[in-house]
Nanobody, 116 residues
Framework: QVQLVESGGGLVQPGGSLRLSCVVSGRAFNRDTMGWYRQAPGKQRELVARITYSGYTYYTDSVKGRFTISRDNAKNTVYLRMNSLKPEDTADYYC??????????WGLGTQVTVSS
């Protein structure tokens, strides 16, 4: 059974940083492309970044140069380092395989609030 446990969110001032972590169990983590997604209040869930099993990355335009996705296949963990945070980054953040949709299992996510 797949389990996705996200952590590391919190309240941070604009310009601040956070590192999110996601521990994955119950699936072949080291063969999956993994992604970080976010859902802001009143908006649809969107892909923020993804990383292949070998480390190739993709970022949505709004986070390029500020966010870094990485993974540790030995620990079944994917990370999202977020720098220069902006109020518009406020959202619930989730990790999952890429692609993933409403029919897939999702974890509880971790909340990120960027506010002064």
């Amino acid at each position: 059974q797949v389990q996705l446990v996200e952590s590391g969110g919190g309240l941070v001032q604009p310009g601040g940083s956070l590192r999110l972590s996601c521990v994955v169990s119950g699936r072949a983590f080291n063969r999956d492309t993994m992604g970080w997604y976010r859902q802001a209040p009143g908006k649809q869930r969107e892909l923020v970044a993804r990383i292949t099993y070998s480390g190739y990355t993709y970022y949505t335009d709004s986070v390029k140069g500020r966010f870094t996705i990485s993974r540790d296949n030995a620990k079944n963990t994917v990370y999202l380092r977020m720098n220069s945070l902006k109020p518009e980054d406020t959202a619930d953040y989730y990790c999952n395989k890429f692609p993933a949709g409403l029919g897939d299992y999702w974890g509880l996510g971790t909340q990120v609030t960027v506010s002064s």
